[in-house]
């Protein structure tokens, strides 16, 4: 059977898949494959093994009349049309769990580095700026101690919590559902929104991008944020409002932004968030570390292997 790989992965991942399949891989690992070549590849494809950044939508599917599975690696799926799969009888897979404690790791890092200009004064260096000490110089927001409001409560918010609590912060949530379990747990106290966003020093988005959660923070929303907050979001662009944020950061309406994810990716040199002096923004990195991506890897090959053999995939979206 054909597998379709539409990214440069590890030999290793590769080889497992080619035990007894054939593959076709593009050969970039950092720029997509054109939409057009994926349309003509997918016509003899049994599977695909996909990432965030491929649009995986009705005509691929429609393309695609052997096409059982296809693998995401990636935890989020908003990018593959999974109705259209389900109507077709195609399994989706994705990779949960295995990134929820990278992910944290980086939200905390975005968070810390907006907090305290953490990028601002190496660039400050960087360019000979740095004269001598000055009692307010570079100065930012406490972080221990401070109020933090996690949107959505998954494995990354539970991540996000136990490193906030390690920091002595009061930790707010809002989630779907009430999650009595974690208050227990981690301390961690249910909010509306709304008062989250008034509380917090610290947004955290994380929830995951459906329908709902689009746009979920606009311009009303930023408006209840105090002038100190900083927004930090690792999950995904569409769940705030660009335009608002730009605008608020402009009028200094919130006091930064930490950003790894935005409505489109990868956002280029000239684009407005990038020469505004209170945002930290980084590439979708959130799970980008050396063991975390080979996990993730391995289950996306996994959830195929699975897939085409008949078995039950673990990992499922569609079940
Ligand atoms: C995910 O898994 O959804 C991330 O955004 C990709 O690292």
Not at 251 to 256: A, E, F, L, S, V
């Given at each position: 059977?054909?597998?379709?790989?539409?990214?440069?992965?590890?030999?290793?991942?590769?080889?497992?898949?080619?035990?007894?399949?054939?593959?076709?891989?593009?050969?970039?690992?950092?720029?997509?494959?054109?939409?057009?070549?994926?349309?003509?590849?997918?016509?003899?494809?049994?599977?695909?093994?996909?990432?965030?950044?491929?649009?995986?939508?009705?005509?691929?599917?429609?393309?695609?009349?052997?096409?059982?599975?296809?693998?995401?690696?990636?935890?989020?799926?908003?990018?593959?049309?999974?109705?259209?799969?389900?109507?077709?009888?195609?399994?989706?897979?994705?990779?949960?769990?295995?990134?929820?404690?990278?992910?944290?790791?980086?939200?905390?890092?975005?968070?810390?580095?907006?907090?305290?200009?953490?990028?601002?004064?190496?660039?400050?260096?960087?360019?000979?700026?740095?004269?001598?000490?000055?009692?307010?110089?570079?100065?930012?927001?406490?972080?221990?101690?401070?109020?933090?409001?996690?949107?959505?409560?998954?494995?990354?918010?539970?991540?996000?919590?136990?490193?906030?609590?390690?920091?002595?912060?009061?930790?707010?949530?809002?989630?779907?559902?009430?999650?009595?379990?974690?208050?227990?747990?981690?301390?961690?106290?249910?909010?509306?929104?709304?008062?989250?966003?008034?509380?917090?020093?610290?947004?955290?988005?994380?929830?995951?991008?459906?329908?709902?959660?689009?746009?979920?923070?606009?311009?009303?929303?930023?408006?209840?944020?105090?002038?100190?907050?900083?927004?930090?979001?690792?999950?995904?662009g569409?769940?705030i409002?660009e335009t608002?944020l730009i605008?608020?950061l402009k009028?200094?309406?919130?006091?930064?932004a930490?950003l790894?994810?935005f409505e489109?990716?990868?956002i280029h040199a000239d684009h407005p968030l990038i020469a505004l002096d209170n945002v930290v923004l980084?590439?979708?990195?959130?799970?980008?570390?050396?063991?975390?991506?080979?996990?993730?890897?391995?289950?996306?090959?996994?959830?195929?292997?699975?897939?085409?053999?008949?078995?039950?995939?673990?990992?499922?979206?569609?079940?």
């Open positions: 059977m054909k597998i379709v790989i539409t990214r440069r992965i590890p030999d290793s991942i590769k080889q497992m898949l080619e035990v007894n399949h054939t593959t076709y891989m593009w050969q970039e690992e950092n720029v997509p494959i054109p939409y057009e070549l994926l349309l003509e590849q997918v016509k003899d494809a049994d599977a695909l093994f996909t990432n965030v950044s491929d649009r995986i939508d009705k005509p691929i599917f429609q393309a695609a009349p052997k096409l059982k599975v296809v693998s995401t690696m990636a935890v989020g799926y908003d990018n593959i049309d999974i109705g259209e799969a389900t109507a077709r009888g195609i399994l989706v897979g994705h990779t949960p769990d295995v990134l929820s404690e990278a992910v944290a790791d980086l939200t905390f890092a975005l968070l810390l580095a907006t907090a305290r200009k953490v990028v601002e004064a190496m660039n400050y260096i960087k360019e000979g700026s740095w004269k001598g000490w000055g009692p307010m110089l570079l100065t930012g927001q406490n972080v221990y101690n401070s109020t933090v409001g996690i949107i959505g409560m998954g494995g990354i918010g539970k991540g996000v919590a136990r490193r906030a609590s390690g920091f002595g912060m009061r930790i707010l949530y809002h989630n779907r559902r009430r999650r009595e379990d974690m208050e227990q747990e981690l301390g961690v106290e249910y909010s509306s929104l709304d008062d989250l966003l008034q509380a917090s020093d610290f947004v955290v988005m994380l929830a995951p991008a459906t329908l709902e959660t689009r746009r979920m923070i606009g311009e009303r929303e930023l408006s209840l944020m105090k002038p100190t907050a900083i927004l930090i979001n690792t999950s995904r569409s769940n409002d608002a605008t608020a009028k200094r309406q919130i006091w930064g930490g790894d994810v489109v990716e990868p980084l590439p979708h990195i959130g799970s980008a570390t050396v063991a975390t991506r080979m996990e993730m890897a391995e289950m996306t090959a996994l959830n195929i292997l699975m897939g085409l053999s008949g078995k039950k995939i673990i990992n499922i979206v569609n079940p």
